[in-house]
Structure formats: C-alpha cells, structure tokens
C-alpha cells in the first residue's frame, strides 16, 4: 500500500511525507513469503523464524521509485515514527526459513508494479 500510493503520487508529480526519522519497511515478495510458511508448516513452533533481510527505509524506496518513474517530487517531512525494525534483536533470532534469493530484485518488482499501476490508469 505504501509503495503504490508513492508510486501514484510520484506520477501525478505530487509531494509526498516521509517521518523526520528514518523508517523501514519490508519490502518481500509475497510469493518468497508465502514459500517460507509453506516450508514451516510441520516444523515444532519457536525453532523457526520468517525474517527477510529484504528491509529498506521509505526515504530509498521514494527514491527509487522517482529514479524509475523519471520524475522528482517534494518531499515534506512528518514528526517522528518508531523504526520497530531497528529495534528488532535479530541476533537472537532462530533458524531462519526465508529463500535466501527471490527470482527478483527490489528494482525489478518495483518496474512491474510502475507498469502495471500505469496500464490501469490508461483503461
């Protein structure tokens, strides 16, 4: 949801708000999530962890998605957000089943998407 409504703003040319502190979210495929809870399903609870490294901040996210789109927007800033993933103790985390390579990179998921949230507006 976050990504589209970037992506729609930053075609419309129109500002978008990003906290003042840096936020991240995560940014997986659903098809490498659902894979690793299918991977699970018979494995006791607690020796196992989905975590995906695939983390990225909406500041880069906005970026990228301007750098794709070819257009620049403004950016206005929001008070402070609490980054949960910072927090995260990832350290003491157990076997993790995330696929360690989705067929795609965050780059080529976010082009798919521009295209088809353009080829939408067009019908």
């Known amino acids: 949801r976050v990504i589209d409504t970037f992506?729609?703003?930053?075609?419309?040319?129109?500002?978008?708000?990003?906290?003042?502190?840096?936020?991240?979210?995560?940014v997986s495929h659903v098809s490498d999530v659902c894979?690793?809870?299918?991977n699970s399903i018979y494995l006791p609870c607690m020796d196992y962890c989905?975590?995906?490294?695939?983390?990225?901040?909406?500041?880069?996210?906005?970026?990228e998605i301007m750098r794709l789109v070819g257009n620049t927007v403004e950016i206005n800033e929001l008070p402070n957000n609490v980054d949960?993933?910072?927090?995260?103790k990832k350290d003491n985390l157990p076997k993790n089943l995330f696929p360690t390579s989705g067929s795609k990179s965050f780059s080529e998921y976010l082009k798919m998407r521009?295209?088809?949230i353009k080829d939408?507006?067009?019908v």
């Open 114 to 116: 521009i295209n088809e």
């Open 120 to 122: 939408a507006r067009r």
């Open 7 to 26: 992506i729609n703003k930053i075609i419309d040319r129109e500002p978008i708000a990003l906290p003042k502190k840096e936020v991240s979210i995560n």
């Open 35 to 38: 894979r690793a809870i299918v």
């Open 84 to 88: 949960y993933f910072y927090h995260l």
């Open 50 to 63: 989905v975590f995906s490294k695939n983390t990225l901040s909406l500041r880069y996210i906005a970026e």
